[in-house]
C-alpha cells in the first residue's frame, strides 16, 4: 500500500480535501499566494548562489595569487635580485614572476596614440591570457599588447611598436579579461630586458596552485621577511579578498530569503483568512459531526489538513516555477542552467516547499482549534 493510499484512509484527508474543492476560487487564490512566496524564497536563494559562483569564477584567478612589493621599511627603491631568490626558495613549486614597470605613449601610422603602462617580465604565459596570438613561457624577443589598445590603434600581430627607441612585433593581444594582476586595457608587455636600466623590480607575483598554497606563502615571506613591526615587503594575497566578497555575498543572500520571506507570510494570512471563513461557512455541518459522536480531535485534524494540502499544493507548484526561473537565472548569470540542479542551488527548492507547508499548517491552527472547541449546540444554532 502506497503512502497517498495510506492517507486517503483517514476519514479527514478525505473530508478535508472534499472541504477544499466546494470553494474552488478561494482555494486557488489562496495556492497562488502560496506559489508566490514559494518562488520569491527558492528564485532570490538560487540567484544568491548564481552570483557566488559568479564571483568565485570571475576571482578564482586572482585567488592563488600573492603580491610582493616594497615595504616602507625596505632599504631600496624596489625588490632586489637577493630577495627574488629569497622568494622563489619560500616558493617551493609556485611559479614566481619578478616585473619592472614603467608608462610610455605609443603611435600607430595613422597618427593615433594611447597612454599605456609597460611590464616588463620573462614569464608571461603565468600572468597573460591572450585572445589572438601567443603568450610566452620565456618572453625574450617580441612584445605583448592589450587588446583594446591594438584596436584602438589599428595594430595587429606582427605589427611593430616602439619603445625607449626599439621596436618589438606583437606576438600576441592580451584578453579584456583574465589575463592576470597587471593585464588590462592599456598595457604593453616587453621583456625584462627592455627596462634593465632599472636596477630594481618594482613587484613580484607569485601563482600558486590554489587560494591555500597562496595564503600558507603569504605567510611565510611576512615572517621571513618582516620581523615584528618592521615593513620590509609589502604582501597582498587576494584569497582574503574573495573570502571578503562571499561573505558579502552570503549576507545579500540572506537579506533576499528575508525579504522573499515577506510574500510567504502575507501568504499565509490569506490561508489564515481561508481557512476561518471555511470553518465560519461550515459551522453548522462542524456542529452535526461533533453532534454524532465525531471527536474535538478528529475535527482538528481535518482543518489541519485542508491546510497542509494548501501549502503542498501551492509548494510543489512553486517550486515547479522556482526550478524553471532558476534556470534561466544561472544562463544568465552562470552560463550553465544545469547549475540550478547542484544541491547549493536546490535545496531553496525544498527550503521553499517545506516554509509553504510549515507556514499553511501554522496559519491553521487557530481556525482547527476555533472550530474544534465550538460547542455543538451553538454549532448547530448558526
Same mark, same amino acid.
Given at each position: 500500500?502506497?503512502?497517498?493510499?495510506?492517507?486517503?484512509?483517514?476519514?479527514?484527508?478525505?473530508?478535508?480535501?472534499?472541504?477544499?474543492?466546494?470553494?474552488?476560487?478561494?482555494?486557488?487564490?489562496?495556492?497562488?499566494?502560496?506559489?508566490?512566496?514559494?518562488?520569491?524564497?527558492?528564485?532570490?536563494?538560487?540567484?544568491?548562489?548564481?552570483?557566488?559562483?559568479?564571483?568565485?569564477?570571475?576571482?578564482?584567478?586572482?585567488?592563488?595569487?600573492?603580491?610582493?612589493?616594497?615595504?616602507?621599511?625596505?632599504?631600496?627603491?624596489?625588490?632586489?635580485?637577493?630577495?627574488?631568490?629569497?622568494?622563489?626558495?619560500?616558493?617551493?613549486?609556485?611559479?614566481?614572476?619578478?616585473?619592472?614597470?614603467?608608462?610610455?605613449?605609443?603611435?600607430?601610422?595613422?597618427?593615433?596614440?594611447?597612454?599605456?603602462?609597460?611590464?616588463?617580465?620573462?614569464?608571461?604565459?603565468?600572468?597573460?591570457?591572450?585572445?589572438?596570438?601567443?603568450?610566452?613561457?620565456?618572453?625574450?624577443?617580441?612584445?605583448?599588447?592589450?587588446?583594446?589598445?591594438?584596436?584602438?590603434?589599428?595594430?595587429?600581430?606582427?605589427?611593430?611598436?616602439?619603445?625607449?627607441?626599439?621596436?618589438?612585433?606583437?606576438?600576441?593581444?592580451?584578453?579584456?579579461?583574465?589575463?592576470?594582476?597587471?593585464?588590462?586595457?592599456?598595457?604593453?608587455?616587453?621583456?625584462?630586458?627592455?627596462?634593465?636600466?632599472?636596477?630594481?623590480?618594482?613587484?613580484?607575483?607569485?601563482?600558486?596552485?590554489?587560494?591555500?598554497?597562496?595564503?600558507?606563502?603569504?605567510?611565510?615571506?611576512?615572517?621571513?621577511?618582516?620581523?615584528?613591526?618592521?615593513?620590509?615587503?609589502?604582501?597582498?594575497?587576494?584569497?582574503?579578498?574573495?573570502?571578503?566578497?562571499?561573505?558579502? +555575498?552570503?549576507?545579500? $543572500?540572506?537579506?533576499? /530569503?528575508?525579504? =522573499?520571506?515577506?510574500?510567504?507570510? *502575507? #501568504? &499565509? !494570512?490569506?490561508?489564515?483568512?481561508?481557512?476561518?471563513?471555511?470553518?465560519?461557512?461550515?459551522?453548522?455541518?462542524?456542529?452535526?459531526?461533533?453532534?454524532?459522536?465525531?471527536?474535538?480531535?478528529?475535527?482538528?485534524?481535518?482543518?489541519?489538513?485542508?491546510?497542509?494540502?494548501?501549502?503542498?499544493?501551492?509548494?510543489?507548484?512553486?517550486?515547479?516555477?522556482?526550478?524553471?526561473?532558476?534556470?534561466?537565472?544561472?544562463?544568465?548569470?552562470?552560463?550553465?542552467?544545469?547549475?540550478? +540542479?547542484?544541491?547549493? $542551488?536546490?535545496?531553496? /527548492?525544498?527550503? =521553499?516547499?517545506?516554509?509553504?507547508? *510549515? #507556514? &499553511? !499548517?501554522?496559519?491553521?491552527?487557530?481556525?482547527?482549534?476555533?472550530?474544534?472547541?465550538?460547542?455543538?449546540?451553538?454549532?448547530?444554532?448558526?
Amino acid at each position: 500500500m502506497s503512502v497517498v493510499d495510506a492517507l486517503w484512509r483517514v476519514p479527514s484527508a478525505q473530508m478535508a480535501w472534499r472541504n477544499l474543492g466546494r470553494n474552488r476560487i478561494r482555494t486557488a487564490l489562496a495556492t497562488l499566494g502560496i506559489v508566490i512566496g514559494v518562488v520569491a524564497i527558492a528564485s532570490l536563494g538560487m540567484a544568491g548562489v548564481a552570483l557566488q559562483q559568479q564571483a568565485q569564477s570571475d576571482l578564482g584567478g586572482l585567488a592563488d595569487e600573492v603580491t610582493i612589493s616594497a615595504g616602507q621599511d625596505a632599504d631600496a627603491a624596489g625588490l632586489t635580485d637577493a630577495q627574488v631568490d629569497q622568494i622563489r626558495s619560500l616558493a617551493g613549486d609556485a611559479d614566481v614572476i619578478p616585473q619592472k614597470s614603467n608608462s610610455t605613449r605609443l603611435s600607430s601610422r595613422s597618427g593615433g596614440e594611447a597612454r599605456v603602462s609597460v611590464t616588463a617580465l620573462t614569464q608571461a604565459s603565468a600572468l597573460y591570457n591572450v585572445s589572438a596570438g601567443v603568450s610566452p613561457d620565456r618572453l625574450q624577443s617580441g612584445a605583448l599588447l592589450s587588446e583594446s589598445t591594438a584596436t584602438e590603434l589599428g595594430l595587429g600581430l606582427g605589427d611593430p611598436v616602439e619603445y625607449d627607441g626599439r621596436q618589438y612585433r606583437i606576438r600576441g593581444l592580451v584578453a579584456s579579461e583574465g589575463q592576470g594582476q597587471f593585464g588590462g586595457a592599456g598595457e604593453l608587455v616587453v621583456p625584462v630586458s627592455a627596462l634593465a636600466d632599472q636596477r630594481y623590480y618594482d613587484s613580484v607575483t607569485v601563482v600558486a596552485d590554489d587560494g591555500d598554497e597562496a595564503t600558507e606563502i603569504g605567510d611565510a615571506l611576512d615572517a621571513e621577511f618582516n620581523a615584528g613591526d618592521e615593513q620590509v615587503l609589502n604582501i597582498r594575497t587576494s584569497a582574503s579578498i574573495q573570502s571578503g566578497i562571499s561573505s558579502f +555575498l552570503e549576507t545579500l $543572500s540572506l537579506a533576499l /530569503l528575508g525579504v =522573499g520571506s515577506i510574500s510567504l507570510f *502575507v #501568504a &499565509s !494570512v490569506a490561508i489564515l483568512n481561508v481557512m476561518l471563513m471555511s470553518t465560519i461557512e461550515r459551522r453548522g455541518e462542524i456542529g452535526v459531526l461533533r453532534a454524532v459522536g465525531i471527536r474535538r480531535g478528529e475535527v482538528l485534524r481535518m482543518i489541519l489538513a485542508e491546510a497542509a494540502f494548501l501549502g503542498a499544493v501551492g509548494g510543489l507548484a512553486g517550486a515547479g516555477v522556482s526550478l524553471a526561473v532558476g534556470l534561466v537565472i544561472f544562463q544568465l548569470l552562470a552560463g550553465d542552467p544545469l547549475l540550478v +540542479l547542484d544541491w547549493a $542551488s536546490s535545496q531553496y /527548492l525544498v527550503y =521553499g516547499f517545506g516554509f509553504a507547508v *510549515v #507556514a &499553511s !499548517v501554522l496559519s491553521g491552527v487557530y481556525p482547527a482549534w476555533k472550530a474544534a472547541n465550538d460547542p455543538p449546540v451553538e454549532s448547530l444554532r448558526g
